[in-house]
């Protein structure tokens, strides 16, 4: 897809984009509310170097910088916390309390920062604090001595741990915008999945990815087509009756097969308006002043007779048979201009009448008669009736219901 595909589906998809955001930056609040925040208090120990010349003040402050890390280890062992659970007298272990206590390593110094977390800043603060005593006291014991006995390697507590005012957790900003950059990305991402999945024929551009065929018309959806099904009739001055005649003056620019004009009105599947389409467009063609027959050619489920609510005892299927000639059983509709053609009787081998010579006869004496003849026949995919009398006329017109159809479903050419 093209930049503009993506425009196109963001524009579409747009409200559910925004609700999709909007959800993930109501769970991120909804989490950051839920979770118990959490306070961090942190103490700073320097380790100096002592000694009495030069070579041992080099001895320990190597030392010192060396083993800072290992310092930063003991932190988390009995050793350190143990004592400590027993001066605040904790009810916990030190493997329960260690992971709440980190130490970071200063690079290129001898200084460790000891961070505590806990639900409770007062707490923090305390654990801090008294860790930062038991590490100066461990360390102490670990450092290496000079000649005279002394520790030649000393832990001070340069910065004492305060009680946190504010907590570290939960980072409210920071989750909102994650939850805000996370929804936009599910929701782009579930609108470009929609777009994908959904393969409804609606617009000309789904058209253009069913078929080659241009779009010669578009016609609004009529409520009352049933009880109206004669725009022409029941409201000229509508958008619909505008539509049809554009498709009139449209249909005088195509070459129907370069043989004669007549043509077949057809649809994918049932319910698209294809009998709706055939009715108003021999109308319009009427309208114009063309002699127009409309013959319905659905000999499985004819809807030309009801809608019209014309004679259909005989008709097609009459003629067909060699019962009854055209000029016999058209029935004359509005001004005269339009005739009908019923279909008649409905046969049993519907798809062998409409390939017989009787029926290619008929419609060679039909263009001999009339302007126009306009075909209505049944839906493509059901069967093969719309296919066999576009051979034997000029085309057909395909009629695609918005969001009736799919592309898979279409048959379109």
Known sequence: MELRDYLAILRKYWISIVAVTLSGVA????ASLLTKPTYTATTSLFFTVQGSNPGELLQGFTYAESQVSSYAQILTTPAVLQPVIDRLGLNVTPAELAPSVTAVTVSGTAIIEIAVESHEPALSASLAREIGVQVVSTGESLSPTDSTGTR??????????????????????????????????????????????????????????????????????????????????????????????????????LDIGGRTNSFVVTSSVAGEGKSTTSINVASTLAEAGESVLLIDADL??????????????????????????????????????????????????????????????????????????????????????????????????????????????????
């Open 300 to 413: 499985r489920r004819p809807r030309i007779a009801p809608l019209l609510q014309l004679e259909d005892a005989v008709g097609l299927t009459t003629i067909l048979i060699g019962r009854a000639t055209l000029s016999d059983v058209v029935q004359p509709l509005g001004s005269g201009k339009l005739h009908v053609l019923t279909s008649g009787e409905v046969p049993p081998n519907p798809t062998e009448l409409l390939g017989s010579e009787a029926m290619a006869r008929l419609l060679r004496d039909a263009v001999d008669t009339y302007d126009t003849v306009v075909l209505d026949a049944p839906p493509l995919l059901p069967v093969t009736d719309a296919a066999l009398l576009s051979t034997l006329t000029g085309g057909a017109l395909m009629v695609a219901g918005s969001g009736t159809v799919t592309i898979p479903a279409s048959g379109m050419p």
């Open 152 to 253: 030649t390697v000393v832990a001070t507590i340069v910065t004492p741990a305060a009680v946190p005012t504010t907590w570290t957790t939960p980072r409210v900003p920071l989750n909102l915008a994650i939850g805000l950059l996370v929804g936009l990305a599910v929701g782009i991402a579930q609108s470009v999945l929609r777009s994908t999945l959904d393969l409804a024929v609606r617009t000309e551009d789904d058209v253009a990815r069913a078929t080659e065929h241009s779009v010669i018309a578009k016609i609004p959806f009529a409520d009352d087509a049933a009880k109206n099904p004669i725009v022409m009739q029941s409201d000229p001055r509508s958008l619909i009756a505008e539509a049809y005649r554009r498709l009139r003056t449209n249909l005088q620019f």
């Open 27 to 30: 769970i991120a609040a909804l």
